[in-house]
């Protein structure tokens, strides 16, 4: 497909256990970002990738968060040791360069935290 | 600080009405670019415009038509003709130089368009 793809689109999980979105960007798209939407707080940035530089880790809401991209393509968002209030959807959005490109977003990973 | 308010948080129509959704952001930087998403039921992001901080022209896309003025710090989205495939929730965002490449988005506009 054309567009980027996520995967899985719905996850249900049990406090306390760990989780693994994906993400597969548009090819040729060099950024890649992770955003979280959740009713009280909106759309916020999580991480952003670029090329082969240092991630702007500058969302992550704790060290339970992290996230990697392998070969400038795919990348995982983990989330270590799961709490309710992580229950949110994660999207995924990829451009072709960095700054000032539009970003295309996923579908997005719903993830609910029993 | 950056910062985007979008101040309507639910607005409803009636099917041809025209309805403009308001953006109000903040930021320090001289060069930014502002941006506009929609996100029907459906729930996935779809990408309306883009426009930098140098180019304060009016655009206008078929029904679509966007009012940026620096003066007022405001990205302005009118929408003509209103139909029901309109209803969705609108984001209004902002990227600025000293932030790297992340978005920072308003709370999002509810429209609803009522046959």
């Known amino acids: 497909g054309a567009g980027v793809s996520q995967s899985p689109s719905n996850k249900v999980t049990e406090k306390g256990k760990d989780v693994e979105l994906r993400c597969d960007p548009i090819?040729?798209?060099?950024?890649l970002y992770w955003y979280r939407q959740s009713l009280g707080q909106g759309l916020e940035f999580l991480i952003y990738f670029q090329g082969n530089s240092a991630p702007d880790k500058s969302g992550l809401p704790s060290d339970r968060f992290s996230a990697e991209r392998t070969g400038g393509s795919v990348s995982t968002l983990t989330i270590q040791r799961t709490q309710q209030e992580d229950s949110a959807v994660y999207l995924c959005?990829?451009?072709?360069?960095?700054?000032?490109?539009?970003?295309?977003f996923g579908p997005g990973t719903r993830l609910t935290v029993l | 600080a950056q910062k985007v308010t979008q101040a309507q948080t639910e607005i409803s129509v009636v099917e041809k009405e025209d309805v403009t959704l308001d953006c109000v952001y903040e930021?320090?930087?001289?060069?930014?670019?502002l941006f506009w998403y929609k996100q029907p039921p459906s729930g996935e992001l779809v990408f309306l415009i883009r426009?930098?901080?140098?180019?304060?022209q009016n655009e206008i896309s078929g029904r679509y038509s966007w009012n940026f003025q620096k003066s007022t710090s405001s990205f302005n989205f009118t929408i003509t003709a209103s139909q029901v495939v309109d209803s969705a929730v609108y984001f209004c965002a902002l990227r600025g130089s000293s932030n790297t490449g992340k978005l920072i988005f308003g709370q999002g506009t509810t429209l609803q368009v009522k046959p």
């Open positions: 959005a990829s451009s072709l360069s960095g700054m000032w490109d539009e970003q295309f």
């Open positions: 930021t320090r930087d001289t060069t930014y670019y």
């Open positions: 426009r930098n901080s140098f180019d304060e």
């Open positions: 090819s040729g798209h060099t950024a």
